[in-house]
């Protein structure tokens, strides 16, 4: 699949599950990639961040949310499972685990709890 399938199918799924935003990362080469959202479909609004620690220090804090069970997947993501499971900081780029970091957290960030107690 090239860049220009994979944005029109993140547009297609922006739409099918009622997201307000996708978030891009901006590191090595990723610049372009909102005008490219915006090019196929201007309606998707698109939030860069960029990283600025390593992988394994940007995903301690998501490691925490999954410990203290925050965090269950509802269904079975096989290739993110295994990059979980298997990345070791180093080698290959884990797309999966990364995005997965970006977006709990965004989530964990902007989350807003219900405390029980107050209904």
């Not at 998707?44 to 940007?58: D, H, N, P, S």
């Not at 925490?64 to 965090?71: F, H």
């Amino acid at each position: 699949m090239d860049v220009n399938d994979a944005a029109s199918k993140i547009c297609q799924l922006y739409h099918r599950f009622n997201c307000s935003k996708v978030i891009v990362e901006t590191n090595n080469g990723g610049d372009f990639i909102p005008s490219l959202f915006a090019k196929i479909d201007p309606s998707v609004y698109c939030e860069t961040v960029r990283a600025t620690k390593g992988k394994i220090l940007r995903a301690e804090p998501v490691a925490a949310l999954y410990k203290n069970e925050l965090v269950y997947h509802c269904q079975h993501f096989k290739d993110l499972e295994e990059q979980m499971i298997t990345f070791s900081g180093s080698g290959s780029s884990p797309n999966a685990l990364d995005a997965l970091v970006w977006a709990l957290k965004y989530l964990s960030e902007n989350a807003s709890y219900v405390d029980p107690d107050a209904i």
